[in-house]
């Protein structure tokens, strides 16, 4: 079974500022997908970024980009000119491409809270 | 397109009762997703239904029921309640196939007294 680690229960940047939240994941599968999610206080989850195993580039959303270290099963999420607004919890989930699989695993996730 | 919607948003019972969750997904997705998120636990997969048919199971008990309906709205039921069942209940709505993206909804949130 696969498991997704992220070890900072919680992180503080300023506005402005650049931070890295952290996810390691453990599988035996090759070829897989990884997320990070965000929650804001409102609940809905939404979908910050997605890196497909497969693909060695680094994916990267306008402010949001990944450090994708596949042999070293590490999944980082840097947030560059932080905002108010990216205040919220962020989760590392992890996807499995064989068979109809759809779930999501995730991590116990990291409570970021963005400071003036 | 309208996003995921759940119903009710908001829901308090008892031990013992049962309760019925609803999801309706985005139009032209057939993939229904249920996830239950505790503080303690974190964030679970409870089940996926595709096409009506469940087709994938998280490690959940019996309790925990679920259902899909021809136009892919799901249902999820959980009977003889226990305080721990307290939850917020996603639901990630899809269009099925392996590379698409889940859409969660705003989540039910379930107290249980």
């Known amino acids: 079974a696969q498991t997704v680690t992220q070890s900072q229960p919680e992180m503080s940047v300023q506005e402005a500022e650049t931070v890295t939240l952290s996810c390691t994941y453990d599988?035996?599968?090759?070829?897989?997908?990884l997320f990070w999610y965000k929650q804001p206080p409102s609940r809905q989850m939404i979908l910050v970024i997605r890196?497909?195993?497969?693909?060695?580039q680094n994916a990267t959303e306008n402010r949001f980009s990944v450090n994708f270290q596949k042999a070293a099963k590490s999944f980082s999420l840097k947030i560059s000119d932080s905002q108010l607004g990216d205040a919220a919890m962020y989760f590392c989930?992890?996807?499995?491409?064989?068979?109809?699989?759809?779930?999501?695993?995730f991590g116990t996730g990291t409570r970021l809270q963005v400071t003036l | 397109k309208a996003g995921v919607t759940q119903t009710p948003r908001y829901l308090i019972k008892t031990r013992g009762q049962q309760v019925t969750l609803s999801c309706s997904p985005i139009s032209g997705h057939r993939s229904v997703s249920w996830y239950q998120q505790t503080p303690g636990q974190g964030l679970q997969f409870l089940f996926e239904y595709f096409s009506e048919t469940q087709r994938n199971k998280g490690n959940f008990p019996g309790r925990f029921s679920g259902r899909q309906f021809s136009n892919s709205r799901s249902e999820m039921n959980v009977s003889t309640l226990e305080l721990g069942d307290s939850a917020l209940y996603l639901c990630?709505?899809?269009?099925?196939?392996?590379?698409?993206?889940?859409?969660f909804g705003p989540g039910t949130r379930l107290t249980v007294l």
């Open positions: 989930a992890y996807r499995s491409v064989t068979g109809t699989a759809s779930k999501l695993t």
């Open positions: 890196q497909e195993a497969y693909k060695q």
């Open positions: 990630a709505s899809s269009a099925g196939g392996l590379y698409n993206e889940q859409f």
């Open positions: 599988t035996s599968e090759s070829d897989y997908y």
